[in-house]
């Protein structure tokens, strides 16, 4: 399945941004933002199971970020408030048979890389 992911854009610190991605809707999976800062790893960001709307978050993001799913229309969303400098990257969705996982060899499908800047 090709993920899709788009909605990434520069924007001032402080400010917000709604990225998007078109997913599978498949039941039992998961789906999850990762992002990849230039020079660095590519991190877990936030994930959200497709049947019970479940999240986990990674602690850098936590009250800050926001994941969620529309069923209907299979998307998957990742609000982001109070951008920071250091959320400076290029974003990724993936998905994986399963319940949410930070590990990233766990997801098999992966969608384009949509780049967020944050200017300070």
């Known amino acids: 399945v090709q993920l899709q992911a788009f909605g990434g854009g520069l924007v001032p610190a402080g400010g917000s941004l709604r990225l998007s991605c078109a997913g599978s809707?498949?039941?039992?999976?998961?789906m999850a933002w990762f992002r990849q800062a230039p020079g660095k790893q590519r991190e877990f960001v936030a994930g959200?199971?497709?049947?019970?709307?479940?999240?986990v978050y990674a602690d850098s993001v936590k009250g800050r970020f926001t994941i969620s799913r529309d069923k209907a229309k299979r998307m998957v969303y990742l609000q982001m408030n109070d951008l920071k400098a250091e959320d400076t990257a290029n974003y990724f969705c993936?998905?994986?048979?399963?319940?949410?996982?930070?590990?990233?060899?766990?997801?098999?499908?992966w969608g384009q890389g949509t780049l967020v800047t944050v200017s300070s």
């Open positions: 993936a998905d994986r048979n399963g319940d949410i996982t930070t590990r990233i060899s766990e997801y098999k499908s």
């Open positions: 959200i199971t497709w049947n019970w709307g479940t999240t």
């Open positions: 809707g498949r039941t039992n999976y998961a």
